[in-house]
């Protein structure tokens, strides 16, 4: 072992560029430990305690930069050679890749060979064959992108599959990787629970409720919302689970779909129940109810999904706040409204929290229309007037078609709302408010003056209108959920604590007679 | 790397599409990596089949294997000034009644002015026509063979006309052994290769066939060991040239290399006094030298099976042409481009001629437009800033299959030119390959009135990826051995 | 060339905005100073009395001591590090001729602050908050890795001091900060800045070690005897209560969590934009952002522990509806 010693006078180096020199100096053959640092008397101190010392370094400035290398014998000079050339390049080479914008994948992964992920939001007439660029340079892939083939999806699949890739999507909204929401994703703690996701918004639910609890997500893979189906056959969402299962850091795993074709949903929980971990599975709407394996429990909706997985990491259920639905809430609500006021009108953002409500209102009524409805006699078109119990998923397709995301551009719901109000057997609209990365920057902000529009409308008519609203998001999102929640509460709307309470409540504030 | 182990690296993203997700990614403390994507052929379905069936793996991989040969030959090639001669003795094909003209196939009829203006010149020159009308009526006759120099191992600056008795240099790439052609510089701006054709013009060509070539002909005879080319040329790039509107440092380092020849020969000290006045008269004297390099290595690469490399580019005034390594000798073509750049004194962009030359081979090699960044003394010559310039070198690096790296730029950490445009990598960025030219004036006569920068039309490009996917790309080559 | 060259550099390059303090104390004699360390967006000069001032590209925020410059007019700055710069009425480079005219430039002191109204609990929700966005560094260099368990001691044996209230305990506690870490702001340094500025704002009973700090960084030998020169600049500056406006605009927005706090329940209003603030604040530089919001946390639990003789009376909480 020889040990290498250099002061370069007067090199004032910041720390990015002291670190990516650090970084490749360490990475050079033959090299044990460079140590780069600013001769400061403290910096000298350092190297002290862990046993360099040199009258060269004594002699030293602080506006020197010390470089120490331990290498093996026959190899140091190599190693020096190599750490000069390394700082020999350093300007030209830290101030041009933070500028350079790169035209193709394939010249930013020679450019910056270490980027491990690729996130895809480009037309999805073309996202295939970008996807399958990354996969082939060995890069992780989302797609956020749709539009995007079956057959290219399970292509892609297929590929990442056998390269040992995530392939998250397409249509793939949300994902948050080693604590770094990718797309539509909430600011949420880091934690033990792994969230395999087939619907972007039940992720986000899920993923918020955990941090609700004081649980922590490890990672939330989002497979896209066609995984499960029986073509795809669950590809993303089997090898999501898989490397959940083998991450050290996820302690319980929750999946939350749509119902998968059957054959697909019995080779997930199969693939759940050999996973060695406490799984908890959410397939919104299924008739299932038993899972068939004792470490993986089905649940009915996405609060009881978080709720499973936080207790399964061993938190005390007797110190959660619950949110137990607010009879009394109820009781207060029903009294205000006319009998005439029967229906809900469910206005939503997010395509899962829309599902969870129209299937807690499935459960009581029988006339519950939605353009997600899998009913087809009760399937409303993006044109249709709303009748009975109405609830839109305004982020589906029929309505999105050209026009950016209600989660985004929330105008056409604006407009609805103010509509739905015109009717005087409406009594609640219900709505939900998606905060986070890639949202609106203030939607509920943008929301206050309809919602005043609709009340005064009902109110003209002598009718209370109740305004329900939901607000996804953390106390760490941008805008924070408190915040968000004040502006409505200011406008008189009753908020729900969750998605699955916001279903519930909206079902129970109609009910009359026979249906209390 | 598996998704468990990227669970436990460092997230290092790269965005493909939305900003607003790179700023998100960004406050979250994790920069990505952003591109500056354009949709692929500029989103034509058509293109993005063709490039599809370039993609699969089995055909890529073909594609690369003969890529790497290709651009391996360019930069092994090794071009030698041999000597000079006589087209009509030197130029394979070349006749009495043949005219070689710049860029792809073009007939008469359909010449630009300043070709024309050449070519009935050039016959004058050659005592087959007695003025100007006659020779544009010998011209229209079909007497007249018209070839483009590509198809005679040559290259020709602005018009390219080349006539029998012209002098030419002789370049051999002696590791491939193949040799190119092209004319000498006629240096001052009224002179034949822009379409002046008047007696000064014809009596400088004629000084040129009775003095000029039959000295540095001679010269050369008596250097046994011949020019290395490449080294001259990598040296003016070091010194500032960019070897296409750039040529002072490289006709001086020509010049020197040939003083010592040129004292040593039998003519008069008064021919050789004309000789180095002529050559000092205009810093463009070396131009032709370097676009012959380049045509020599060029060379090298072309008829290499399923390769998508460019071996040349060039204009003939109307039409712009392109050739493919792997397509051997077809062209492509599509409408020559207005040039854009300061003009001189007195002329407008509506006075100029469109794009015309074989000089894009420089910028087919690696240099000219390509090595911008060489040349920051010019920038201001082609419109343009020095910062323009070093990303003008950068972006042909989107384009190219490589970096040269016997001829490089300082400025630019040495980086070696950006060599071997691929058509697949032009048509997936719309990136297009950056020339830097002179403009002649659109009538014959006249001669040069600016310089400045230009691109060749996408269709050439789209033509190449059509038919290239239509072969190298074909179904039935999936089963070939 | 040399005459586009020559009118280029001719049209003068006018300052967006500029450090009040530092214009008032630049000399306009016409001597000679020069430049000290170039970075990518930030040109670090010495003038001839031996101040280390810079110009920045104004996609960087103000900072004591700091000449903005319009990012589009930044790339006509191609000063090289020794070059000549006369300080005269306006910046001028002996070489080029470039000139940065400051007399047009908004004059920027930071914002006041007052914190009074600041409950213990906001303090340590603050200082939660400030903690949930410190990343773990997803590597370290070697360097770092033997730095980092001093820093850790140091910090803590600088809290009990604090904590103990001894003022030379501080001063000795907090010089042992100075200049530890690699970087060209070393992480000691970050982290007293962040801590320095916090005490300074008003109404901190942490305004009382002060005099402590001042001392620590000023006190003892040379300050760039111990540390590099422009971490030496950014810490004086510091321990007189001054920093990048951001680390000021992370303060008022700390003070808006407690006014929004009064008035309509915990975080309502003012939650978001610290948030927002503190990220801002952990963008700057590589390390040092977070190195900054370390000495921010301290500060923010020893306030909460300083204030908490005068407790109020805590917040309501909002009213769950479901």
């Known amino acids: ?516 | 790397m598996s998704i468990t182990s990227l669970f436990s690296t460092g997230l290092k993203p790269v965005n493909l599409g939305l900003d607003m997700f790179a700023e998100d990614l960004t406050a979250q403390g994790v920069a990505p990596v952003r591109m500056d994507w354009t949709p692929p052929g500029g989103g034509d379905p058509e293109m993005i089949a063709a490039l599809g069936r370039l993609e699969r793996p089995e055909v890529a991989e073909r594609i690369d294997t003969a890529n790497e040969e290709a651009v391996g030959r360019v930069l092994a090639a090794q071009p030698f000034l041999e000597g000079f001669g006589q087209a009509i003795d030197t130029v394979p094909g070349m006749t009495r009644t043949t005219i070689l003209h710049a860029g792809p196939p073009i007939t008469w009829e359909r010449m630009s002015g300043p070709m024309k203006g050449a070519v009935t010149g050039a016959l004058v020159f050659e005592g087959l026509a007695k003025d100007l009308d006659e020779a544009a009526e010998l011209a229209g006759s079909g007497e007249i063979a018209f070839s483009p120099c590509h198809e005679h191992q040559s290259v020709g600056s602005m018009a390219g006309v080349t006539s029998a008795s012209m002098w030419v240099h002789k370049v051999t790439n002696r590791t491939h052994g193949n040799t190119a052609y092209t004319n000498l510089s006629e240096q001052l701006s009224k002179i034949l290769r822009f379409g002046a054709n008047d007696r000064s013009v014809i009596d400088r060509l004629n000084w040129m066939r009775d003095v000029l070539g039959p000295v540095l002909a001679a010269a050369m005879e008596l250097n046994e060991a011949g020019l290395d080319l490449r080294l001259l040329l990598s040296q003016a790039l070091h010194m500032g040239d960019e070897a296409h509107n750039r040529n002072v440092a490289g006709t001086t380092l020509l010049i020197q290399a040939l003083t010592p020849y040129i004292v040593e020969t039998d003519f008069s000290t008064q021919e050789k006094r004309e000789v180095f006045d002529f050559v000092a008269s205009s810093d463009y004297f070396s131009g032709p030298t370097w676009m012959v390099t380049a045509k020599a290595a060029m060379d090298a690469a072309a008829g290499i099976q399923d390769s998508t490399v460019v071996t040349a580019m060039c204009r003939n005034g109307v039409d712009f042409g392109i050739r493919v390594a792997g397509t051997g000798d077809r062209w492509f073509t599509g409408p020559a481009q207005q040039v854009v750049g300061p003009m001189f004194a007195g002329y407008t962009p509506a006075d100029s001629g469109l794009d015309m030359g074989d000089s894009a081979i420089t910028e087919t090699y690696g240099i000219g437009g390509f090595a911008m960044a060489a040349a920051p003394a010019i920038v201001a010559l082609v419109g343009g800033t020095v910062q323009e310039a070093m990303g003008h070198s950068r972006t042909m690096n989107a384009i190219t299959a490589a970096n040269n790296p016997n001829v490089t730029i300082p400025a630019l950490d040495f980086m070696g030119v950006p060599t071997g445009i691929d058509v697949r990598k032009v048509i997936e960025t719309g990136v297009l390959p950056l020339i830097n030219t002179a403009i002649a004036h659109k009538d014959p006569g006249i001669g040069m009135i600016g310089a400045g920068i230009v691109h060749p039309p996408i269709e050439a490009f789209q033509q190449a990826i059509i038919t290239l996917a239509d072969t190298v790309g074909a179904e039935s080559r999936r089963s070939a051995p | 060339m040399t005459a586009t060259a020559g009118e280029h550099a001719g049209r003068p390059v006018d300052a967006v905005s500029v450090d009040a303090r530092l214009a008032a104390a630049l000399p306009i004699d016409g001597r000679t100073g020069t430049v000290h360390s170039v970075h990518a967006r930030v040109v670090n000069l010495r003038t001839p009395d031996g101040l280390l001032c810079c110009l920045a590209s104004d996609e960087l925020d103000d900072a004591p001591r700091t000449v903005l410059i319009a990012a589009a007019d930044w790339g006509r700055i191609g000063w090289h590090r020794d070059d000549p710069v006369r300080f005269g009425p306006a910046l001028t480079h002996a070489y080029d001729g470039t000139t940065v005219v400051l007399a047009g430039a908004t004059p920027w002191q930071p914002s006041p602050a007052d914190t009074s109204a600041l409950t213990p609990d906001l303090l340590r929700h603050a200082a939660a908050t400030v903690e949930r966005h410190l990343l773990t560094p997803a590597h370290r260099t070697p360097f770092e890795v033997a730095s980092a368990d001093e820093l850790g001691r140091r910090t803590t044996a600088l809290a009990d001091a604090i904590r103990g209230d001894a003022a030379t305990a501080v001063t000795a506690a907090a010089a042992r900060l100075v200049g530890l870490g690699a970087g060209l702001t070393p992480s000691g340094d970050d982290l007293l800045t962040g801590l320095a500025v916090l005490a300074a704002a008003d109404g901190m009973a942490l305004g009382r070690i002060r005099p402590a700090l001042a001392e620590a960084v000023l006190g003892h030998a040379p300050l760039e005897e111990r540390t590099t020169a422009v971490s030496a600049a950014t810490l004086t500056e510091a321990v007189a209560g001054r920093a990048r406006q951001r680390i000021h605009d992370l303060v008022t927005a700390l003070v808006s969590t407690g006014e929004a706090g009064t008035a309509g329940g915990v975080g309502s209003g003012g939650r978001s934009s610290l948030v927002d603030a503190v990220l801002r604040v952990r963008a700057i530089g590589h390390t040092s952002g977070a190195d900054i919001l370390t000495g921010l946390r301290l500060g923010l639990t020893l306030e909460a522990d300083l204030r908490e003789a005068n407790r109020l009376a805590a917040p309501t909480h909002p009213k769950e509806n479901s």
Request: hydrophobic share 45%; charged share 25%.
């Open chain 1, 1 to 516: 072992m020889t040990r290498y010693v250099d002061i370069r006078k007067n090199t004032y180096l910041d720390s990015v560029s002291l670190m990516s020199m650090s970084t490749r100096a360490n990475a050079v053959e033959g090299v044990t430990r460079a140590l780069l640092g600013m001769a400061t008397p403290m910096n000298k101190e350092v190297l002290l305690n862990v046993g360099v010392r040199d009258p060269a370094i004594d002699a030293a400035r602080p506006s020197d930069l010390m470089i120490v290398i331990d290498a093996a014998d026959d190899l140091v000079e190599d190693a020096i050679a190599a750490v000069d050339e390394i700082l020999a390049r350093r300007n030209g080479a830290a101030e041009s890749t933070a500028e350079i914008r790169h035209r193709t994948l394939d010249g930013a992964f020679t450019e910056v060979p270490d980027s491990n992920l690729v996130l895809i939001s480009v037309n999805g007439a073309f996202a295939a064959r970008e996807a399958r660029k990354a996969l082939v340079a060995g890069k992780h892939v989302m797609v956020f992108s749709d539009n995007v083939s079956v057959e290219d999806e399970i292509e892609l699949k297929e590929l990442a599959h056998d390269r040992g890739l995530l392939l998250m999507g397409p249509d793939c909204g949300t994902a948050i990787i080693n604590g770094t929401g990718l797309a539509f994703a909430n600011a949420v703690r880091r934690g033990s629970v792994g969230i395999v996701g087939a619907s972007g918004t039940g992720s986000q639910e899920i993923a918020v409720r955990v941090h609700d609890f004081g649980g922590g997500v490890s990672q939330l893979i989002g497979t896209g919302g066609r995984d499960l189906s029986a073509e795809v056959g669950g590809l993303m969402m089997i090898d999501g689970i898989e490397a959940l299962a083998a991450d050290p850091a996820t302690e319980v795993i929750v999946v939350v779909s749509k119902p998968p074709a059957e054959e697909v949903a019995d080779k997930v929980l199969g693939v759940l129940g050999g996973a060695g971990k406490p799984a908890v599975v959410c397939f919104l709407g299924s008739p299932r109810t038993e899972s068939g394996y004792a470490d993986v429990q089905l649940v009915s909706g996405t609060k009881p999904a978080a709720l499973a997985a936080v207790l399964a990491t061993g938190v005390d259920e007797s110190t959660l706040d619950l949110h137990a639905l607010n009879v009394p809430l109820i009781e207060e609500v029903r009294a205000r409204l006319a009998p005439e006021q029967k229906y809900v009108r469910g206005l939503f953002c997010g395509g899962t929290l829309c599902d969870e409500a129209m299937f807690a209102a499935l459960a009581t009524y029988d006339d519950v229309w939605s353009n997600i409805q899998r009913d087809p006699a009760y399937v409303l078109g993006a044109t249709d007037a709303s009748r009975g119990h109405t609830f839109l998923d305004l982020g589906g397709d029929d309505f999105t078609d050209g026009r950016p995301h209600p989660m985004i551009d929330p105008s056409l719901r604006l407009q609805r709302l103010v509509r739905e109000a015109d009717d005087p057997e409406v009594g609640v609209i219900a709505m939900d408010f998606v905060l986070g990365f890639g949202a609106h920057e203030d939607p509920v902000g943008v929301t206050i003056p309809a919602i005043e529009e609709a009340k005064a409308k009902a109110a003209d008519r002598g009718q209370h209108l109740e305004i329900l609203g939901y607000v996804l998001g953390t106390d760490l999102d941008t805008p924070a959920i408190a915040d968000q929640v004040a502006q409505l509460e200011a406008a008189g709307v009753t908020i729900a604590s969750s998605s699955t309470n916001l279903g519930l409540l909206a079902r129970e504030f109609v009910a009359k007679g026979d249906h209390r």
